[in-house]
């Protein structure tokens, strides 16, 4: 069985740029996560998906990010502009129905560097 | 917001050592989960504990769930040197989501053969 992809492994741009990540989580899994870290910080909670819908996005650090998932399938997650402390590695994680966060498979994580 | 302090930030012992790092809450968790992460990989859960004063052993890696529920540690025996890598506690705070894990910053673990 795959697991959580996501791509790109390593993105580096420049600070007013726009960046997409891509995750693809495994097949069947209904709940889709993404978590940030910061470096030396925690990981922390961005946002939840079930299927296509928002279940919960009260992590989201501000506007200038946006994340889909259209079909209920893959997720992106954008940042557009990028800025400097948008630095870090993006994790996607994903769940089978209503297991919960107990039991996530997390993907190997995009590194963002903002120039 | 919840916050969990993870000890220590780093440690550097040689092959055949016990390992022994901790996670404190002044906020009660209902849920407490260790995670290693290898370079280059996403975390991967170890143990998972889901009742106050439960010990639960996975190979050489041991974890408890503390008493007062705000706390929980992590040992392992006989360290290798795969055993390198991050290691995250994570937990779920009292009437939080059963989706939204709080993290500890991690312990970096370094072993000399």
């Known amino acids: 069985e795959a697991g959580v992809t996501q791509f790109p492994s390593h993105s580096v741009i420049e600070k007013g740029q726009t960046v997409t990540l891509r995750c693809d989580p495994i097949?069947?899994?209904?709940?889709l996560y993404w978590y940030r870290r910061v470096m030396g910080k925690e990981i922390k909670f961005l946002l939840h998906?079930?299927?296509?819908?928002?279940?919960?996005e009260s992590g989201m650090p501000n506007n200038r990010f946006l994340a889909e998932r259209t079909g209920g399938t893959y997720s992106t997650l954008k940042v557009q502009p990028a800025e400097l402390e948008d630095s870090g590695v993006y994790f996607c994680?994903?769940?089978?129905?209503?297991?919960?966060?107990?039991?996530?498979?997390f993907g190997a994580g995009s590194r963002l560097t903002v120039l | 917001g919840q916050q969990l302090n993870q000890s220590p930030q780093s440690m550097f012992i040689q092959e055949g050592e016990d390992v022994s790092m901790n996670c404190t809450s002044s906020?009660?968790?209902?849920?407490w989960l260790w995670y290693k992460q290898d370079p280059g990989e996403g975390p991967v859960l170890l143990i998972a504990?889901?009742?106050?004063?439960e010990l639960t052993s996975n190979g050489r890696l041991t974890a408890q769930f503390g008493i007062t529920r705000k706390d929980s540690f992590l040992n392992i025996s006989a360290s290798i040197p795969s055993d390198v890598g991050i290691y995250f506690c994570?937990?779920?705070?009292?009437?939080?989501?059963?989706?939204?894990?709080?993290f500890g910053k991690g312990t970096k673990l370094s072993v000399i053969p």
């Open positions: 994680a994903s769940s089978q129905g209503a297991a919960g966060a107990n039991v996530l498979t």
């Open positions: 097949s069947g899994h209904d709940n």
């Open positions: 998906f079930v299927k296509e819908s928002k279940q919960d």
């Open positions: 906020s009660i968790f209902n849920t």
């Open positions: 504990l889901y009742k106050a004063g």
């Open positions: 994570a937990g779920l705070p009292l009437g939080a989501g059963s989706y939204q894990l709080t």
